[in-house]
Structure formats: structure tokens, C-alpha cells
């Protein structure tokens, strides 16, 4: 990796709290103080947000009225967060409200003229969407044609003129300061603007941080600005253990307790909701976030145990599978990269193509092979705008959609191998001759002299960590390898480190392959973030990166 400093001279001050305020800086934090006690003050006025004032409105006619309301919801967490949200409001005030999650490989994302009739069936005469329909255009006309109203709820970019009469979406508010909200963020607002002019207690509604918190990070938005006091207060709230789905899920897991952080979000919670859309129907994650039974959140956090582990077999043998198929080809003469195989799992490809992009670091789309009808999906790297390069090649594809850092697409089997020559050609022309070598963002050097517990302590405050707010790197230069290099779990390699007389345990996840650079290596660099080992309460160091 290369490694990009924000700042390459090491500070005179190696001051912990100097450390941090250096951190602030060259992160350009001018307001440190709100930046470092994030509270509901610092959120914006919901109805600076064009069409929360009229959505309230519309909403609490309709309970008034008795008329049934629909959420439309996403069957990944964002969406799963925002439908359990609106479900929760709506029915403190009152309202006759049910949800539809389409079955991702039935249905696939977004409204479907399916699910709307079903809803029309059910009796329903308003529909919110959530996390989704700001391009579902001859959707929402369908919906009208039915009899039914729609309110938009979105925070995906806008690519056609909506037909709904209310849209609420960041994109298409020029009052509203803050861009970066998810599909959950978005029903928040809505939900502050329905507070404002109902008699639902706004404690209430923020006692419910916790579900936007999930879907926030879960969906990786920037943990900056509002998402960064959406975070914040919502990792509050789930530390109190306040949610019965949650804690069944963090119990199924077999979690040592201990404070939740936003990355536990990422790599604990999120993906066993997700687990549950990925491999069949959402729904019960639905049940299993809005339920206050402690018995029912047991067992459907023991079935989501189940659906991620038969999940992360099959990422495993995709994975396996798509390595055998590039070793074929010369890797390092692709500028992007796509892979199909047969009776792949369409639910779980797109988490094998971010596993390609970290090894390769090349936008990359995988295609699962079944039938007529094939689906890929593909993540990008920085600085390549995945979508746009979609969009150009949309005359092979059946379907599309996504953002610049990820995609879905339908496409004919018989257009695959020439959307792969196409593909790669763009790519190629996109990036041309810059090197597709992974970069690593490190804030500063430091001497191992610094590392304590008091800067680590002091560091905490900065979180929570994420896209936006990544958590703080450092390097140290010329250190020596000291005691037993040892190679433990999955490839992790765990040994100690020393500059001039501090020692200090390290663990590198991963950097396995290291090992015998270090046996002859003398002296070396190392890029870190301190952390406290659980295991003893002492300081040690989460190795990013080893060179020369």
C-alpha cells in the first residue's frame, strides 16, 4: 500500500491532548466543540427539508381520517431501520399501519407494481417509501392509477422526474444544509417533523436513535455532520441495552459485552440483518427490530444466527470460486474487473466483489449465472464513479442501478462476454495510466514513546469512527521486532514491536504473509491505531501496514 500522510513531519508535541487537537486540525474541524459533544441541539430544523412539512401534514390526515398506511420499505438495514422507524411513530399516534419488503431475489430492489397491488389489496390508501422510490416513476403512477397516494421518502440520487406530489429527499432540497443522510435518516426527519405538530413526545422519538444509528452506519454514510450526532446518540441508546432484537442478535452472536461502537454496527449487527434479506425474505427483520417481546427477538436472532452463517459458507465458496477463475487471467494488465459463474447466489456476490476490490483494488462486478436473466453486482475504489460507467453501457444491461461506490445490474447471458470486453475498455480509458495500488491514509507520525492508555483514552472522543471520520493512523519509522513472531486465527500475525525501550504488543489482521519479513528484517516502519486489548487491559497496536 501507499501510504498518504495528512500531515508527514511527527509533532513536536507529543502531548496526548495536543495529539488530538492536531487531529481536529488537519481534519478541518473548526467547530471542535460541537464536533466533540455531538447533541440534538446541533440538529437541523426538519422542515428545512422540502416536503416534511406537508408529508406531517398528509400523514395525520390520513390517521385522523382512519385511513390504512403502508411503509415500502428495503430489505438491507437501512431500509429495515427506516420501515421499523415509521412503524413505530405511526402507530404511537395512533395510525393503521402495515409494510411491504420485497424479496430481494424474487422482486429485487425498490417498488414493484406486484407489491403495490398487494397493498391496494390489503386496503391500503397511502404509501410511504422508505429508503427507496425516488426513481420508481411508472411505480408511483401505478399507485395513483390504483387509488392509492404516495409519499417519497429517499436519499438515493434522483435520475427522473418523480410524479409523486410529496418527495422528500436531501438531493432535491436546496433549503436543507446536509446531504449525507440514509434511506433511515431521511424517515427521521420526517418523524421530527410529525413531532412538531402532533402530540408525539419528541423523547420518544429520540429514544429511537438507535434504529437510525444502525442504518446509518450500515449503509457507510459519512459520520460527519448530522450523521455524526445521529451516531453518537444512537450508540448511547443501544448501549443501554433498550431494544430486545438487538440484544438477542448481540447474544446470538456470543458478543463480549462491552461498549458498542459503530464498528460492531458494521461487522456484528448489520450483516446479520442483512443475512435474513440476502438468503430470503427480510420481514422478520423487520418483526425483530419493533418488537418489545424478549422471547420473540430470541428466536428470530437464533434463526438471522443461522441464515449468516449458511451465508458466510457461500460468500466463501463464491470467493474461492472467483480466485480460481482470475488466476487464469493477468490481474495486473485489468484496469476493472469482472467474473461470472454459474448458480452463483445473487444475494451474496456483492459482498464477494467488495472482497475483490480490497485484494485487487479494481472496480469490479460479479455476474451470478442463472438462467436468461443474470444478476451482478459491483463495488468500486475511490475515485471511480461506478455508476456513470454503468449508464454508458446501458444498452447490454436489462436493469440498473446504484451510486458511484456500488451497483446492481440485470443482464441477458448472452451479453455478458461482450459487457466484460466493454467494461474493462472503460475502465481502462477511465483511469488510463494511474496506478490501481490501494492507498492508506495515515494522520501523522509518532513515537512509540507516546503510545499510552492516556492517548488512547483521549482518542475516544473522537469517535464515532467511519467514512468521513475514519479512525486515527499513525506511523512509526526505524522500530525492531521483539520476542515470538506468531501467526494466530485467520492469517492474523501477532508480535511485538520497540523503539529505543518501549515494547508494545501488535497484532496485524491479515498480514500474515509478513512474517518471514520480519524474521530477516532489522528495522522497519509501521502504520497503527492504539487500542486497548481486552484481553489484559494494556495498550497494544492494530497493524495496518508494514515496510521497509
Same mark, same amino acid.
Not at 514513546?449 to 475514519?470: D, R, T, Y
Given at each position: 500500500?501507499?501510504?498518504?500522510?495528512?500531515?508527514?513531519?511527527?509533532? @513536536?508535541? +507529543?502531548?496526548?491532548?495536543?495529539?488530538?487537537? *492536531?487531529?481536529?486540525?488537519?481534519?478541518?474541524?473548526?467547530?471542535?466543540?460541537? $464536533?466533540?459533544?455531538?447533541?440534538?441541539?446541533?440538529?437541523?430544523?426538519?422542515?428545512?427539508?422540502?416536503?416534511?412539512?406537508?408529508?406531517?401534514?398528509?400523514?395525520?390526515?390520513?390517521?385522523?381520517?382512519?385511513? %390504512?398506511?403502508?411503509?415500502?420499505?428495503?430489505?438491507?438495514?437501512?431500509?429495515?431501520?427506516?420501515?421499523?422507524?415509521?412503524?413505530?411513530?405511526?402507530?404511537?399516534?395512533?395510525?393503521?399501519?402495515?409494510?411491504?419488503?420485497?424479496?430481494?431475489?424474487?422482486?429485487?430492489?425498490?417498488?414493484?407494481?406486484?407489491?403495490?397491488?398487494?397493498?391496494?389489496?390489503?386496503?391500503?390508501?397511502?404509501?410511504?417509501?422508505?429508503?427507496?422510490?425516488?426513481?420508481?416513476? #411508472?411505480?408511483?403512477?401505478?399507485?395513483? +392509477?390504483?387509488?392509492?397516494?404516495?409519499?417519497?421518502? @429517499? !436519499?438515493?440520487?434522483?435520475?427522473?422526474?418523480?410524479?409523486?406530489?410529496?418527495?422528500?429527499?436531501?438531493?432535491?432540497? +436546496? &433549503?436543507?444544509?446536509?446531504?449525507?443522510?440514509?434511506?433511515?435518516? /431521511?424517515?427521521?426527519?420526517?418523524?421530527?417533523?410529525?413531532?412538531?405538530?402532533? =402530540?408525539?413526545?419528541? %423523547?420518544?422519538?429520540?429514544?429511537?436513535?438507535?434504529?437510525?444509528?444502525?442504518?446509518?452506519?450500515?449503509?457507510?454514510?459519512?459520520?460527519?455532520?448530522?450523521?455524526?450526532?445521529?451516531?453518537?446518540?444512537?450508540?448511547?441508546?443501544?448501549?443501554?441495552?433498550?431494544?430486545?432484537?438487538?440484544?438477542?442478535?448481540?447474544?446470538?452472536?456470543?458478543?463480549?459485552?462491552?461498549?458498542?461502537?459503530?464498528?460492531?454496527?458494521?461487522?456484528?449487527?448489520?450483516?446479520?440483518?442483512?443475512?435474513?434479506?440476502?438468503?430470503?425474505?427480510?420481514?422478520?427483520?423487520?418483526?425483530?427490530?419493533?418488537?418489545?417481546?424478549?422471547? #420473540?427477538?430470541?428466536?428470530?436472532?437464533?434463526?438471522?444466527?443461522?441464515?449468516?452463517?449458511?451465508?458466510?459458507?457461500?460468500?466463501?465458496?463464491?470467493? *474461492?470460486?472467483?480466485?480460481?477463475?482470475?488466476?487464469?487471467?493477468?490481474?495486473? #494488465?485489468?484496469?476493472?474487473?469482472?467474473?461470472?459463474?454459474? @448458480?452463483? !447466489?445473487?444475494? /451474496?456476490?456483492?459482498?464477494?466483489?467488495?472482497?475483490?476490490? #480490497?485484494?485487487?483494488?479494481?472496480?469490479?462486478?460479479?455476474?451470478?449465472?442463472?438462467?436468461?436473466?443474470?444478476?451482478?453486482?459491483?463495488?468500486?475504489?475511490?475515485?471511480?464513479?461506478?455508476?456513470?460507467?454503468?449508464? =454508458?453501457?446501458?444498452?447490454?444491461?436489462?436493469?440498473?442501478?446504484?451510486? &458511484?461506490?456500488?451497483?446492481?445490474?440485470?443482464?441477458?447471458?448472452?451479453?455478458?462476454?461482450?459487457?466484460?470486453?466493454?467494461?474493462?475498455?472503460?475502465?481502462?480509458?477511465?483511469?488510463?495510466?494511474?496506478?490501481?495500488?490501494?492507498?492508506?491514509? /495515515?494522520?501523522?507520525?509518532?513515537?512509540?514513546?507516546?503510545?499510552?492508555?492516556?492517548?488512547?483514552?483521549?482518542?475516544?472522543?473522537?469517535?464515532?469512527?467511519?467514512?468521513?471520520?475514519?479512525?486515527?493512523?499513525?506511523? &512509526?519509522?526505524? /522500530?525492531?521486532?521483539?520476542?515470538?513472531?506468531?501467526?494466530?486465527?485467520?492469517? !492474523?500475525? %501477532?508480535?511485538?514491536?520497540?523503539? =529505543?525501550?518501549?515494547?508494545?504488543?501488535?497484532?496485524?489482521?491479515?498480514?500474515?504473509?509478513?512474517?518471514?519479513?520480519?524474521?530477516?528484517?532489522?528495522?522497519?516502519?509501521?502504520?497503527?491505531?492504539? $487500542?486497548?486489548?481486552?484481553?489484559?487491559?494494556?495498550?497494544?497496536?492494530?497493524?495496518?501496514?508494514?515496510? +521497509?
Amino acid at each position: 500500500m501507499k501510504w498518504k500522510f495528512r500531515a508527514d513531519k511527527q509533532i @513536536d508535541n +507529543e502531548d496526548s491532548k495536543y495529539i488530538v487537537r *492536531k487531529l481536529l486540525d488537519i481534519r478541518g474541524v473548526s467547530d471542535s466543540d460541537s $464536533f466533540l459533544n455531538p447533541s440534538i441541539g446541533g440538529l437541523y430544523n426538519p422542515f428545512l427539508l422540502e416536503g416534511v412539512k406537508e408529508a406531517s401534514k398528509k400523514i395525520l390526515s390520513a390517521i385522523k381520517n382512519n385511513k %390504512k398506511i403502508s411503509i415500502f420499505g428495503d430489505f438491507d438495514v437501512d431500509g429495515i431501520t427506516a420501515t421499523v422507524l415509521m412503524l413505530i411513530v405511526i402507530r404511537k399516534l395512533g395510525g393503521d399501519v402495515n409494510f411491504y419488503i420485497p424479496h430481494r431475489l424474487e422482486e429485487g430492489y425498490g417498488l414493484n407494481k406486484a407489491g403495490i397491488e398487494e397493498l391496494k389489496k390489503s386496503g391500503t390508501e397511502l404509501i410511504i417509501t422508505v429508503d427507496c422510490g425516488i426513481n420508481g416513476v #411508472e411505480e408511483i403512477k401505478y399507485a395513483y +392509477e390504483l387509488g392509492m397516494e404516495v409519499i417519497v421518502t @429517499d !436519499h438515493h440520487l434522483p435520475e427522473k422526474e418523480n410524479p409523486a406530489p410529496i418527495k422528500i429527499n436531501p438531493h432535491l432540497s +436546496e &433549503s436543507y444544509p446536509y446531504r449525507e443522510l440514509a434511506g433511515v435518516g /431521511v424517515a427521521f426527519k420526517l418523524c421530527q417533523g410529525l413531532s412538531k405538530i402532533s =402530540e408525539l413526545s419528541e %423523547k420518544f422519538l429520540l429514544w429511537n436513535l438507535d434504529l437510525v444509528a444502525l442504518g446509518t452506519v450500515a449503509d457507510v454514510m459519512p459520520l460527519i455532520g448530522e450523521n455524526r450526532i445521529i451516531t453518537a446518540l444512537g450508540l448511547k441508546i443501544m448501549n443501554e441495552g433498550r431494544r430486545p432484537g438487538i440484544v438477542s442478535l448481540l447474544n446470538s452472536a456470543r458478543f463480549k459485552k462491552t461498549k458498542l461502537q459503530a464498528w460492531h454496527i458494521s461487522f456484528v449487527i448489520a450483516p446479520r440483518i442483512n443475512a435474513l434479506g440476502r438468503l430470503g425474505g427480510a420481514r422478520e427483520a423487520v418483526d425483530l427490530l419493533s418488537t418489545y417481546s424478549k422471547p #420473540e427477538a430470541k428466536s428470530i436472532a437464533a434463526k438471522l444466527e443461522k441464515y449468516n452463517k449458511e451465508r458466510k459458507k457461500l460468500q466463501e465458496k463464491i470467493y *474461492k470460486e472467483a480466485l480460481e477463475l482470475l488466476g487464469s487471467r493477468n490481474v495486473e #494488465e485489468k484496469t476493472g474487473i469482472i467474473i461470472s459463474g454459474e @448458480d452463483w !447466489h445473487e444475494g /451474496v456476490i456483492g459482498i464477494v466483489a467488495s472482497k475483490i476490490v #480490497e485484494d485487487f483494488n479494481r472496480p469490479t462486478i460479479l455476474i451470478a449465472e442463472k438462467g436468461n436473466i443474470c444478476k451482478g453486482s459491483g463495488r468500486s475504489i475511490p475515485g471511480f464513479n461506478l455508476m456513470a460507467c454503468i449508464k =454508458e453501457l446501458s444498452d447490454l444491461l436489462e436493469k440498473f442501478g446504484g451510486h &458511484s461506490q456500488a451497483c446492481g445490474i440485470s443482464i441477458k447471458k448472452e451479453n455478458i462476454d461482450i459487457f466484460k470486453e466493454a467494461f474493462e475498455g472503460k475502465v481502462m480509458k477511465t483511469l488510463k495510466d494511474k496506478v490501481t495500488e490501494k492507498e492508506l491514509l /495515515v494522520d501523522f507520525p509518532l513515537s512509540l514513546g507516546s503510545i499510552n492508555e492516556k492517548l488512547v483514552k483521549n482518542l475516544e472522543v473522537l469517535a464515532p469512527f467511519g467514512i468521513g471520520n475514519p479512525t486515527p493512523i499513525f506511523a &512509526s519509522f526505524d /522500530v525492531e521486532s521483539a520476542g515470538v513472531l506468531n501467526i494466530v486465527g485467520n492469517n !492474523h500475525l %501477532k508480535f511485538s514491536v520497540k523503539d =529505543e525501550n518501549k515494547y508494545i504488543s501488535s497484532i496485524g489482521f491479515s498480514l500474515g504473509d509478513k512474517i518471514d519479513f520480519l524474521r530477516s528484517a532489522g528495522k522497519f516502519s509501521i502504520a497503527y491505531s492504539p $487500542f486497548i486489548d481486552q484481553w489484559n487491559g494494556k495498550v497494544s497496536l492494530k497493524i495496518h501496514d508494514i515496510k +521497509e
